[in-house]
């Protein structure tokens, strides 16, 4: 039980940190632009919402509150 415990706060810690940098940033510092730059906006938005939704899951939310704490995850993680 503790080590399920562990693995998931060291998932979340995981999350946290290649979420740190918004998707916007990485794009600017690899130097992205036009299609790749849209192609590799497009991905971040939809991986960052993948792991927000996982992240709602894992708090339990549902409904408004799921909707809300998502939208706000996704529009951080773009950095927009």
Sequence with gaps: MIRMVLTAFALCCTVSLAQ????????????????????????????????????AADKKLAGAAKTSFTNKCVRDAVGG
């Design 20 to 55: 740190a940098q918004s998707c916007t940033v990485q794009a600017t510092d690899k130097k992205l632009a036009g299609a790749a730059k849209t192609s590799f906006l497009t991905k971040c938005e939809k991986d960052a919402g993948a792991t927000c939704d996982k992240q």
